[in-house]
């Protein structure tokens, strides 16, 4: 690894967690004090040093972290003296503050650089109290990076404060002298300006002769330092208050850095790095039996195949050499010589790719060593030339015009060295002679991981186990991470951690048979194969009151970025290049009838498919994820997000006892809202159309007919009519994500289609409401019913022919029967039945005999009873008016 001395000025704001990696990281302790280890304590700071009066400003409370916060910093940096002042002060603003904020601590390397200690005080109520005391510190060598193999030297001088208290303020001033031999004396590095907290005053400079030529790149900023000159020297000065503070998102690329910073550098091209880079590789005069031995067991192995020769040369570098930096001083650029790594049998990445072209070059083979960096990789090429740019080492092979990039730190990668994966490093620089130019690394990752599980299950009714077989084929970068995974774990621990997972999703799963595991090394695939039994595979689903059995797409559920993009600006990196074929067969213990589907999302960046299909007792799902990219730029993550929610639906699904295969199904909001508005709205409606005052003739209300004749076939169709516009939208399913995210196939036609499938909700919502309505005209024999009724009874097969158009036509798109003729069957009985019965409401007398009733029924009641008054007080008059004689059995007048 190449050490990179940019300085993070944020570094600085979580002191707490680097008391945590002092304290318990694997350090080596040493109580050393005075002039031990290069540390001293000197009252007097630097005479050179550009006196700067802190502004003493308070961040908002919202920008302080861990109960305090850094009032000022300020780093000085003289570049013919190689001295680097800084001065820090911290404020502690809360109890949390205290604890976090207690103590001080400066990394710095023995072996080339002197830390010197000019003053440590605590403010307290305006006044301050000395707490610089050699004694109190202790020199840790702590090794950040021991975890990865890296053991770079370096000491932290460390204080643990007393008695500090809120409202503190901590002031501290250092000095570090020396530079590493290895960089000569070119300069350069990189200040940043913000950070994870907010910094109230920052003052940086750099000083040097006027002489030297120093090339400056802002990055997030386009303001220039303050340059003036002085006694041959020329100073940069940077101030900034109240910087700004940045919190990360989830998934943020390596490479992403919204931090204003700014890069320094007297290297004038790529070139001048090429050449640095080649000074400090060169170990041309040294004698190298150990190499010269090794070149000659592979030449014997490898026969005249140069081939095979770089196969196993890389082989031997990637797995018999293993990874292990020291990198004190000088080798912190400078590779250990081929002989002194192939004597210890360990190295860092300079280390092994030096070995690994020299292995290489003793064969007549170009290959030269690149270096890269892990983080900027695709951004690289937008810094300034700088040997501080990179923090890796790898080989570049140029066989047969043909070039191969070769990390020798990934072990066991298997097959032939040309199909060798080689992570995306973006833009490196090739240590060449002639070479002034970054090159990008072009590759496209061949793996593929296929995982088919089969389920047989048993009856519900049967006490008999359910068993699983998986069988899964790693090929390339899939087979070498794999290989790596059991050279650690072993078989048995890859057995023990896939049962713990398989656990997760099915409790009572077992091991039926022992892992079984075969290597092809040549063509570089692995195929495991995995026997389990599951005990009470079914489960009781409360929702839809029946048992059934999950299956999961989980292999590639784990793949997906499941993020929130409120507010997010920065880009989204994905997994590298993912290639994964799940298939999941079930055998049933009786036969299923659960129909085929389909779905698919494909677009410039990634790609997804699930198919399901069934046969007599077996259903069998299918699914692919790929991607093509290894990141997203901010335009593109919310229909990524849109996409992984509806690929994440897809990934589950369930078997019913009863035989019925469903996605997990969810409500889908986005149809159900729009219906129940216009459900609401409509109803309202209507109810303002039902209370309308309308004329009536007192005349046919009194002579008005029953509900009669052909009039109860209609009455059968306006009370089932309701019925069947509120079950419609949930027989076709309607509110379930299910349809919804099916339109995702259609690609361009999408938006369209759910506009279409919203209207439609709303109008079987208008429609619904609008039979009730009718519904009660009917019985209450309104005057305006066959008005209405005709209205709906044409209004719904205007709708059935436009439903059966859109479904024809979606039907159309996908390249299948553009018409059912189902669906046309049905238009055409509704053409039918709407034709009788519009004619006959038109034409018939008992309808107009029948219908006769207004609102309001009082007014009306009143008006009947007047008439009846009217009619039976002029039929008495008429009864005096006739002669009252009656005539007996004897023909007499009375």
């Known amino acids: 690894m190449l050490s990179t001395p940019f300085v993070h000025l944020y570094g600085f704001f979580s002191p707490m967690k680097v008391l945590l990696i002092f304290l318990f990281s694997s350090a080596i302790a040493s109580f050393s004090y005075g002039q031990q280890k290069n540390f001293f304590v000197n009252n007097n700071e630097p005479s050179w040093i550009v006196k700067v009066k802190p502004k003493n400003l308070k961040p908002s409370p919202k920008d302080i972290s861990e109960g305090y916060f850094a009032s000022f910093y300020e780093s000085q940096s003289h570049l013919e003296l190689h001295e680097d002042y800084h001065r820090l002060i911290r404020e502690i603003v809360s109890d949390a503050g205290v604890q976090n904020g207690s103590q001080i601590s400066v990394t710095y390397d023995p072996s080339f650089q002197k830390l010197i200690f000019h003053k440590i005080l605590v403010w307290r ?147 001048e790095v090429v050449q640095w880079a080649l000074s400090i590789n060169d170990y041309t005069n040294l004698r190298t039996p150990l190499v010269d031995k090794k070149v000659k067991e592979l030449r014997a192995e490898s026969g ?33 010589s081929p002989e002194k790594v192939l004597l210890q049998r360990y190295g860092d990445c300079k280390d092994k790719s030096l070995l690994l072209v020299h292995l290489l070059k003793a064969q007549g083979i170009n290959a030269y060593m690149t270096y890269a960096n892990t983080y900027t990789t695709i951004k690289t090429d937008e810094y300034l030339p700088s040997p501080f740019v990179f923090n890796h080492v790898i080989v570049l092979v140029d066989y047969n015009n043909y070039k191969t990039w070769i990390d020798p730190t990934i072990s066991y990668q298997r097959g032939t060295f040309d199909s060798f994966y080689a992570p995306d490093y973006g833009s490196v620089l090739i240590i060449k002679k002639g070479v002034n130019t970054l090159e990008k690394i072009e590759r496209k990752p061949l793996g593929k991981l296929i995982a088919n599980l089969r389920f047989n299950l048993a009856d519900t009714v049967s006490a008999a186990k359910s068993s699983l077989l998986v069988t899964s084929i790693y090929s390339d970068n899939y087979a070498d991470e794999l290989r790596r995974q059991i050279a650690e774990s072993g078989t048995d621990g890859m057995e023990k951690s896939f049962l713990e997972y398989l656990a997760k999703l099915y409790p009572e799963i077992e091991t039926k048979e022992q892992i079984k595991v075969e290597d092809n090394e040549e063509g570089n695939v692995i195929e495991v194969t995995e026997s389990y039994e599951i005990g009470n595979i079914w489960n009781e689903n409360n929702e839809i009151k029946d048992q059934v059995v999950y299956f999961y797409g989980d292999m590639i559920s784990s793949e997906l970025r499941k993020i929130t993009t409120k507010k997010r600006l920065a880009p989204l990196a994905l997994k590298d290049y993912i290639n994964i074929e799940q298939n999941i067969t079930v055998d049933m213990p009786y036969n299923v009838s659960v129909g085929d589907d389909t779905f698919q999302i494909e677009n410039d960046s990634y790609y997804f498919d699930m198919y399901q299909i069934q046969r007599p007792r077996e259903i069998k799902f299918s699914y692919t994820f790929r991607n093509s990219v290894g990141y997203l730029e901010n335009d593109k993550i919310k229909d990524y997000a849109k996409d992984i929610k509806k690929i994440d639906e897809y990934l589950t699904h369930y078997i019913k006892r009863g035989g019925t295969a469903e996605a997990n199904n969810h409500i889908n909001f986005y149809m159900l809202i729009p219906y129940l508005f216009c459900l609401a709205g409509s109803a309202l409606f209507f109810l303002k159309l039902y209370k309308k005052n309308e004329p009536f003739i007192i005349e046919d209300i009194a002579d008005a007919l029953p509900i009669g004749g052909w009039l109860v076939l209609i009455a059968m169709r306006v009370m089932i009519f309701p019925i069947i516009l509120l079950t419609g939208p949930f027989l076709i399913r309607m509110f379930k994500n299910e349809a919804w995210n099916g339109l995702a196939n259609f690609g361009n036609w999408e938006g369209l289609l759910k506009f279409t499938f919203i209207a439609e909700a709303m109008i079987y919502a208008f429609l619904f409401t609008y039979s009730v309505f009718c519904l009660i005209l009917f019985f209450q024999r309104r005057k305006s019913f066959p008005k209405h009724f005709i209205i709906i009874t044409t209004g719904h097969l205007g709708f059935l022919i436009f439903d059966t158009a859109i479904a024809s036509s979606m039907n159309s798109i996908l390249g299948k029967t553009f018409v059912n003729p189902k669906d046309l069957g049905s238009v055409f009985g509704s053409l039918i039945y709407c034709i009788i019965f519009v004619w006959y409401l038109l034409a018939s007398e008992r309808v107009k005999q029948t219908f006769v009733f207004t609102y309001p029924k009082s007014v009306w009641q009143l008006a009947l009873a007047k008439y009846h008054d009217h009619f039976y007080a002029k039929k008495d008059e008429q009864i005096q008016l006739k002669p009252l004689t009656e005539t007996n059995d004897n023909n007499e007048n009375i």
């Open 125 to 271: 109520d305006g006044k301050s109290y000395n707490r610089l005391k050699i004694n109190d510190f202790k020199l840790l060598q702590t090794e950040k990076e021991l975890s990865r193999f890296i053991y770079s030297g370096t000491f932290d001088a460390f204080m643990l404060l007393d008695d500090v208290r809120k409202n503190d303020r901590i002031e501290f001033s250092y000095t570090i002298t020396g530079l590493n031999p290895v960089f000569g004396k070119k300069y350069a590095d990189a200040f940043y300006f913000e950070g994870s907290s907010s910094v109230g005053h920052i003052y940086n400079n750099i000083i040097l002769s006027k002489s030297r030529s120093l090339a400056l790149k802002n990055f997030n900023f386009n303001e220039n330092p303050h340059i003036s000159e002085k006694n041959g020297l020329r100073i940069y000065e940077w101030e900034s208050t109240l910087t700004k503070t940045y919190r990360a998102a989830d998934y943020e690329p390596t490479w992403y850095n919204p931090l204003k910073r700014t890069q320094l550098s007297e290297y004038k091209n790529w070139n």
């Open 304 to 336: 005249a195949d140069l081939k095979k020769y770089i196969t196993l040369a890389t082989r031997f570098v990637q797995d018999e050499i293993r990874y292990m930096g020291i990198e004190i001083g000088i080798y912190s650029h400078r590779p250990n």
